[in-house]
């Protein structure tokens, strides 16, 4: 056996970068790299990024190129870098996004096309998206749509709701993209010849956002090619082993089987890694420790891939990704009758995980790590696949069974034994064979169940011969039905054998009501539902099948013949087919810049991101991507872990026994203000929630200090909780008084109403989920105490006042930087501060810089959420639908501070009123005080919650009166000028607009109709369309939040230099800044830069929120400017012909106070908000009756943005929290344990929406000529309106449900929480199938989690 100690792991040519990801991915791989292997080359790219670091997020995705020197191909396929054991990168060639182009050299095509197509926000998710597309176009460079998309399955973003990535990838595709608007003829992209001016009702309209004219062709040959050296090395390597020495890890890549299985003999409990995202997450999640790692890429026969007459054999070092293609050819290639358990498994590989982890992980690694949810071993067990197994003992062959799958030992391969490949069988002409799964998101999410079932017959005949049904989900392993299985041999394959399957099978799988994972009916009505579509599709195929001598099989003839027509047999089997991720279409339609406008000057134009070109290349730097500095610690924080409790002791004895601890902080060590009032940095006596910080622990290393973190030991004397509204007001614990607002009589108003209802709704919390974690560095300057702070907060004053007071110092010498954020959505006003506080008292005892990057799942935990929202309402109405009175009651569940929550409770009850006139009209409002993390500010600051529960109401009177939706919101909606309930005057003229405009654009009625046609058609699927109206605020109830300041400098050369308070967070300010300077200054966009966002240039900045962030420092940058234009104007007069340069030269050479709001609670009246949004949203969904999934069609947007500074900006950001507003109420869900632990910490448990979830149709048009004489250029905010018109999709899914239940004569009075779920539509969709499952009584057990809101 040859050693290598050390060897250089990567090749760095000039194609190839290192593992990237700056500072994180050094940490990364310490950690990565299996104990002591540490790497010794630099590490100095920083375009990779580091979201989640468990596989989730795709914004760490790297390109693998590999060599074989055998078969003398290039591999190169996409990688998840968080996941990648350093050591198996041997060899390889990674490119990273520096790899692919830079704006030092030459950009590559993919990034100029992302860039120009408005394709990145705040950036951070943007090298891993050109990452997935550069691999795809190295494997095939004119990709069908398809692929495009596929290969964007485990890339997600929060900013941009993927319309323009997805666009600007369209590009390259070998493929007309055009969907011709469905058959309308019409082009959806209306790009003739770029961006392209429209005569929409005689408005001077433009839709397109860029000119793919001006696009570099994409030339594959320009491609680096795969190093000769790396070639070499591999040819060169063949024979040796590998083994790599860490200092508590040793890591082999053997060279030969016969050597593996020695190794094997010698090392039995060594895990055999290939791609592991198994191994590594148990690594990094579980804790567990390897001493010995066997890494058996090299070795042939575990690739072999092989047609036998039984079947295919596959090498279990094959990788999924590889897998699917052999399947593909196979399937093409085969008869029907011989591939469908190669069907099955396709079926599961096209939603299994992304293309990163299916490139990684391998067959055997997937067998054999044999997650309860994973999704091809059940096809595989049901297929009767074989295992070849070796070891020094010799070979032997064993099924892969559910006995294989629940780990019994008499069926399990020895620990000396290895899968040297799988034998995958072809299927018999009389199987049939299908593979289900149901997840949180269609792509990329493991599943809730999933399941594979396969029946044989006996030739000819409907009997059943054999039957094997196998669930996942539902235990800790692969569970088998087999008793009710064998139970059905013998039955004739009718509707007797299905009810007879049901009950056995519910009767056989148990699911305790506290299994861990909840959903618990869920589920259960998932593995009927699952048994019912299999039904379907054999009775579908038997026709097929035996349709000679159909008609003579009485049982069948019950079901498909006599009693049913073939039309309604159609109807039925609606049941079957599953949604496909369609790739998307799109318009965007905006006002045209006036003809007259100087073309020098950008304002109104659809200009780029100033950072989307750096996004792209991966030369934008946020935070974490600093250099180190010299001397730099680590920190990592102690949480507490219970919900309420007294802290006993802090023993930090055996934190400081870890190598490269320096030191422990805590509350004690802060010389000042341990934070603020309201909210302590580091607890003290108390704990109030877990996640609360206790201390932390300082290190020379990220891993060190992680480690020493985990050694701190807290006692606590634990206290009661109060974790939900319920308890809270219960126990009269609330944040602040009672807010209210009331307008009319609403005793009168009741008491003139026809009728009454009544109801209640809960919405659920929502994660912000930006890609970038909290991330901040402290430096101290070594001077008067001064101190850099570079933190990723959208309040920089805020930092500089916190860490001031904490040191106890002036605020002057604490300079706070940002050079930019990756997205914050709110998440990062007020925490940043305490983090901040944090890193400056550990620099402060320690003397030394201090870098503090949150964890995803720290990040998740401690930062809080948007507010779960509790509300009760009494509503009065006529009979032709005209609401005269309501009475709302809110809570919102605050948490353990006030934070925002104040300010949020307000909000909520001044919007209730949502877009409707409402004579008497009454809203209270109440924070709760409980003992979960505390919740803080989110995108919309309430309003999606009160917004949705308005139409919630609105939406129960139509229900009540039977008259349609959309009629009773139209009769009760604001028109011509108006009063909000707390006495502000506005305009409803442009609501009225927009709602005109979008039953237009969105052809609503005639879709309504064509919905209720298929409805009617099909019984297990049902279309619902909805149209809802919006009327939104800017800015905040306070005048104090609308200041804002600028500073501008002009240089001797000419050039600009533009300072603004405001945070660049992905939204577009510094874009839009650079616009205010170069029309104010009269100078092109060029000649101006902006640097960052720091309190040396513009102090007192207010929070970057509330939407009026871009007119607030507009404003403020307008007016420095014309303050610098006007003492040139006599300098320009003097040579009016001169250029910009001579008039700055012979300058130096001779030498707005915001909107006005506020609001009086005592009188309930004010003017709160500076301005009126207004928009409608139509969406229109299919969903599938039997696992509650969901297929968003189409939604159109009319939005009152007047005129935009920047339309690409604003239609960006309108499309992005349209889709975040999808994902609040549809699917994202925060899970509490009954002890107040928050589990959804990672984008393993917690989904936000991915490129399958957009609508296939998504059209956004703003109201032509419209004006806002308040704002900059007569503009609006747009940054948060986008998020509550994704209630649309909310509403559209309830008018499908309202069709089921309709049709089923249920009830169409039911309640909807928020998100509505897959669970929550399966639910309410009840059937035969939710009848027979079992239900628990509540209280007789403990569920796995509870409801806060
Ligand atoms: C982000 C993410 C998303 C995912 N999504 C899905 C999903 O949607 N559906 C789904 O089904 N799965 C999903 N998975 C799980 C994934 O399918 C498995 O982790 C993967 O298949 C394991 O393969 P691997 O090569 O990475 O295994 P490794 O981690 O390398 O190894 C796993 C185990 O297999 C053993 N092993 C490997 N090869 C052999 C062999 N030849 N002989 C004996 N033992 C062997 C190892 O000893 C080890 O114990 C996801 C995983 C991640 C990280
Ligand atoms: S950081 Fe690797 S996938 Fe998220
Ligand atoms: S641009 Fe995609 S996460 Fe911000």
């Keep these: 056996m040859n050693t290598e100690n050390c060897p250089p792991l990567l090749n760095t040519s000039q194609m190839t970068g290192d593992l990237g990801g700056g500072n994180a991915n050094k940490r990364e791989m310490e950690n990565q790299a299996f104990s002591s292997l540490t790497t010794s080359f630099a590490v100095c790219l920083t375009g990779t990024k580091k979201g989640c670091g468990i596989g989730g997020c795709g914004a760490c995705t790297v390109m693998i190129s590999t060599y074989d020197p055998v078969s003398k191909k290039i591999l190169h396929y996409p990688a998840n870098s968080c996941l990648l054991p350093i050591c198996s990168l041997h060899g390889t060639a990674v490119t990273t996004v520096e790899g692919v182009g830079s704006t030092k050299t030459r950009i590559h095509p993919i990034q100029e096309r992302l860039a120009k197509c408005h394709g990145s926000q705040c950036g951070f998710c943007t090298p891993g998206m050109v990452m997935s597309m550069y691999a795809l176009l190295r494997n095939h460079p004119e990709p069908s749509m398809e692929q495009i998309t596929a290969a964007l399955d ?64 994409a030339d594959p040959s320009q491609e680096f090619i795969f190093p000769p050296e790396l070639m070499r090395m591999a040819q060169e390597q063949q024979g040796r082993t590998l083994v790599f020495q860490g ?45 010995v790692i066997l890494h058996p890429d090299r070795i042939s026969e575990l690739r072999i891939v092989n047609n036998t007459n039984n ?469 101290p300057r070594g001077e008067d105490n001064e101190m850099d702070v570079y933190s990723s907060t959208q309040y920089s004053s805020n930092v500089q006042e916190l860490v001031a007071s904490a040191l106890d110092i002036q605020s002057n010498k604490i300079m706070c930087h940002i050079k930019r954020v990756g997205g914050a959505f709110g998440g990062k006003i007020t925490k940043p501060s305490y983090f901040a506080v944090i890193a400056a008292v550990a620099a402060n005892k320690t003397g030394r810089p201090v870098r503090f990057i949150l964890e995803r799942h720290d990040d998740m935990l401690i930062v809080g959420n948007r507010h779960p929202f509790f509300g009760k309402y009494k509503v009065g109405f006529m009979n032709d639908g005209r609401i005269v009175a309501a009475d709302i009651q809110a809570y919102i569940n605050a948490g353990c501070t006030p934070d925002e929550s104040e300010m949020v409770i307000e909000f909520i009850v001044l919007k209730m009123d949502n877009a409707y006139k409402i004579p008497n009209f009454r809203v209270r409002g109440r924070a709760c005080k409980t003992h979960l993390p505390s919740n803080t500010a989110f995108r919309g600051f309430g309003f999606p919650q009160s917004g949705l529960f308005a139409e919630t109401w609105v939406t129960a009177v139509a229900t009540q009166t039977g008259l349609p939706p959309e009629q009773v919101r139209d009769m009760n909606m604001y028109e011509g000028l108006n009063v909000t309930p707390f006495k502000e005057q506005f305009d409803a003229t442009n609501l009225r607009k927009c709602w005109t405009e979008c039953l237009e654009k969105s052809e609503y009625y005639s879709r309504k109709t064509a919905a209720e046609e298929f409805n009617k058609q099909n019984y297990w699927k049902k279309k619902g369309i909805a149209i809802i109206p919006m009327k939104f605020t800017a800015g905040f109830n306070k005048t104090f939040y609308h200041q804002a300041a600028a500073l501008v400098h002009i240089y001797k050369d000419g050039s600009v230099l533009v300072t603004h308070g405001g945070v660049e967070l992905g939204q577009g300010i510094h874009t839009k800044m650079l616009q205010v300077a170069s029309r104010e200054l009269k100078v092109p966009l060029s000649y101006i830069h902006l640097c960052e966002t720091s309190t040396t240039t513009v102090p007192n900045a207010l929070i970057t929120a509330g939407s009026v962030g871009s007119e607030t420092n507009g404003k403020a940058v307008q007016d420095a400017c014309q303050i610098l234009r006007k003492r040139l104007e006599p300098i320009i007069q003097k040579n009016p012909e001169g250029k910009w340069e001579d008039w700055v030269s012979a300058a ?50 009319v939005m009152d943005a007047c005129f935009s500074i920047n339309p690409a900006v604003d239609i960006g950001q309108i499309e992005g929290g349209f889709i975040q507003g999808v994902g609040l109420f549809t699917m994202e869900e925060i899970k509490v ?96 199938f939710t009848e027979m499952i079992p239900r628990d009584k509540p209280g007789t057990y403990k569920p796995w989690d509870i409801e806060v809101a």
């Excluded at 290939?274 to 191994?279: A, F, I, Q, R």
């Excluded at 599961?348 to 999704?375: F, K, N, P, Y």
């Excluded at 006005?1156 to 969406?1179: D, Q, R």
């Design 1148 to 1197: 130096c050479l001779s030498s707005y106070r915001g909107y006005v709001t506020y609001m009086n609670w005592e009188k309930e009246e004010g003017h709160a908000f500076p301005y009126f949004i207004f928009g409608v949203a139509c969406s229109e969904v299919e969903i599938d009756c039997l696992t509650g999934d969901h297929q968003n069609i189409r939604t159109d947007i």
């Design 154 to 217: 485990g890339n997600l973003c929060r900013c941009t709701g993927y319309r323009p990535i997805i666009e600007s990838y369209k590009s390259f595709a070998g493929e007309p993209t055009c969907c011709q608007l469905r058959g309308t003829g019409q082009c959806c992209l209306d790009q003739e010849g770029g961006v392209s001016s429209s005569s929409d009702r005689g408005d001077r309209m433009r839709s397109g956002l860029c000119n793919p004219e001006e696009f570099q062709p």
């Design 311 to 779: 079947g295919l054999v596959i090498g279990a070092a094959c990788r999924l990704a590889q897998l699917r293609d052999i399947l593909m050819k196979a399937v093409s290639g085969l008869p029907e009758e011989k591939t469908k358990i190669f069907c099955a498994l396709l079926q599961q590989l096209r939603t299994l995980a992304g293309e990163q982890i299916r490139s990684l992980a391998s067959l055997g690694g997937h067998i054999v790590s044999r997650g309860s949810t994973w999704d091809l071993n059940p096809v595989l067990a049901v297929g009767n696949s074989v295992l070849n197994l070796t070891s020094t003992d010799g070979k032997r062959q064993i099924p892969l069974t559910d006995d294989f799958l629940s780990g019994c030992k008499n069926a399990d391969i020895k620990p000396n034994e290895i899968i040297v490949s799988v034998l995958i069988p072809y299927s018999k002409k009389d199987d049939f064979v299908s593979a289900f799964r149901q997840a949180e998101r269609r792509k990329n999410a493991l599943s809730i169940v999933n399941s594979a079932m396969r029946v044989l017959f006996k030739p000819g005949t409907n009997v059943i011969m054999d039957l094997n049904i196998l669930y996942g989900g539902i235990g800790s392993t692969t569970v088998s039905a087999r008793k009710s299985c064998q139970k059905l041999v013998g039955r004739q394959w009718n509707e007797h054998m299905l009810g007879e399957a049901c009950r056995l099978v519910l009767g056989e799988i148990f699911l305790s009501p506290s299994a861990p994972g909840g959903k618990v009916e869920y589920r259960r009505a998932l593995l009927v539902s699952f048994l019912f579509k299999f039904y379907l599709q054999v009775l579908h195929g038997l026709k097929i099948l035996v349709s000679d001598f159909l008609r003579q099989i009485s049982e069948l003839t019950l079901f498909m013949w006599d009693r049913i027509s073939e039309r309604a047999l159609c109807k039925y089997m609606s049941a079957l087919g599953n949604f496909e991720c369609r790739p998307p279409q799109g318009r965007q339609v905006y006002q045209d810049v006036d003809p007259e406008q100087p073309p020098q000057d950008p304002v109104g134009h659809p200009i780029m991101h100033q950072s989307g070109v750096k996004h792209a290349t991966g030369e934008a730097v946020y935070c974490d991507d600093m250099h180190p500095i010299d001397g730099e610690l680590s920190l990592a924080v102690v949480k507490s872990s219970k919900a309420h409790a007294k802290i006993v002791s802090i023993d930090a004895s055996e934190a400081f026994k870890v190598p490269g601890v320096v030191d422990v902080v805590t509350a004690s060590d802060v010389p000042g203000e341990n934070g603020t009032k309201n909210e302590k940095a580091f607890a003290e006596e108390e704990v109030i929630c877990v996640g609360q910080i206790i201390c932390a622990v300082v290190a020379e290393s990220d891993i060190q200090a992680k480690r020493g973190a985990e050694k701190v030991k807290i006692q606590y004397e634990e206290l009661e909780p109060i974790l939900t509204i319920e308890d809270a007001i219960k126990h009269n614990s609330y944040i602040g008084k009672e807010k209210k607002v009331e307008k009319g009589n609403i005793e009168k108003g009741f008491n003139s109403a026809d009728e009454i209802i009544e109801g209640e709704m809960h919405i659920g919390g929502q994660e912000h989920f930006y890609l970038e974690p909290n991330s901040v560095l402290v430096v």
């Design 1233 to 1328: 344990s009954p002890e107040g632990k928050q589990y959804t910490l990672g984008p393993d448990t917690y989904k936000i929406p991915a490129v399958c979830d957009i609508p296939e149709q998504f059209n956004v048009y703003f109201l032509p000529n419209t004006r806002n004489p308040i704002a900059i250029y007569s503009s609006k905010g747009m940054g948060e309106a986008g998020v509550f018109l994704g209630s649309s999709v909310f509403f559209a899914i309830r008018d499908a449900i309202a069709s089921v239940r309709k049709e089923r004569g249920l009830p169409e009075n039911f309640t909807l929480n928020s998100p509505l779920t897959t669970e929550q539509i399966r639910m309410v969709c009840a059937d035969d």
């Design 247 to 291: 200092e508590r890890t040793m890591w082999i890549s053997p060279a030969s089987l016969r050597e593996l299985l020695e190794l094997k003999t010698k090392y039995p409990k060594a895990p055999v890694v290939v791609g592991n995202t198994s191994v590594g997450l148990d690594m990094k999640i579980g804790g567990v420790h390897h001493p």
